[in-house]
C-alpha cells in the first residue's frame, strides 16, 4: 500500500474546484458540503482525494475516475472526471 503524492494544482482550475465542491460526509449525511485543504494522491492503482469537511471537520475521501470521452476528432481531447458517483465533463 504505497501512497504516491500527485498534485491537485496541475488539474485545471474549473475541475479542481468541481472536485473540492462536490464530496460526500458521512458524517454529515450530506452531499457537495465542500472539503478544505485538499491532497491528491494515488494509491493502489486508485486515485483519491482527502480533505476535511467544511462543515464539521471530519476527514473527506473521494475517488477521481478518468475516462476518455470518446475517441473521435471532435473529443479527442475531452475528458469526464467522476467523483462520489457525479461526473464533470472538462471542455
Do not use: F
Not at 480533505?51 to 471532435?74: L, N, W, Y
Amino acid at each position: 500500500m504505497m501512497r504516491s503524492h500527485r498534485n491537485l494544482l496541475d488539474r485545471p482550475h474549473d475541475e479542481r474546484r468541481w472536485i473540492v465542491e462536490n464530496t460526500w460526509c458521512d458524517a454529515c449525511g450530506e452531499a457537495d458540503l465542500g472539503m478544505s485543504a485538499p491532497q491528491e494522491y494515488e494509491e493502489d492503482g486508485g486515485i483519491y482525494v482527502d480533505g476535511t469537511c467544511k462543515r464539521c471537520g471530519r476527514m473527506v475521501r473521494s475517488e477521481i475516475t478518468e475516462k476518455d470521452a470518446g475517441s473521435h476528432a471532435a473529443a479527442a481531447d475531452a475528458r469526464r472526471v467522476r467523483v462520489s458517483g457525479k461526473t464533470l465533463r472538462d471542455r
